[in-house]
């Protein structure tokens, strides 16, 4: 399995930015560069939320409704290195975000997490 480690969260006021990273590492038995990757959240009190995916060459992303035309979704297979641009962020984004192996992952295919909390 993939070790995924999330970076990146703080404090942020409404309207800001913020740049989510997540490094894969470990000894998979397949190549980070082979994997779909997900990016969820989970708000406190709530379940998880699927935020966005990404196809393993890069090309292709998919959004929550509720995230598209303010996030984008990168990855750079070389460096195993997945991100997460966040703007025009809103209260209701603040949350727990997860680098995920799949869209619902559970407590072994995601990393520890990196908070996100959106407040002025």
């Known amino acids: 399995e993939l070790q995924l480690v999330e970076s990146g969260g703080g404090l942020v006021q409404p309207g800001g930015s913020l740049r989510l990273s997540c490094a894969a590492s470990?000894?998979?038995?397949?190549?980070?560069?082979?994997?779909?990757m997900h990016w969820v959240r989970q708000a406190p009190g709530k379940g998880l939320e699927w935020v966005s995916s990404?196809?393993?060459?890069?090309?292709?992303?998919d959004y929550a409704d509720s995230v598209k035309g303010r996030f984008t979704m990168s990855r750079d297979n070389a460096k195993n290195m997945l991100y997460l641009q966040m703007n025009s962020l809103k209260t209701e984004d603040t949350a727990l975000y997860y680098c995920a192996t799949s869209r619902l992952p559970t407590e072994t295919d995601r990393g520890q997490g990196t908070q996100v909390t959106v407040s002025s």
């Open positions: 990404i196809s393993p060459e890069g090309g292709t992303t």
């Open positions: 470990g000894a998979s038995r397949f190549p980070f560069r082979i994997y779909f």
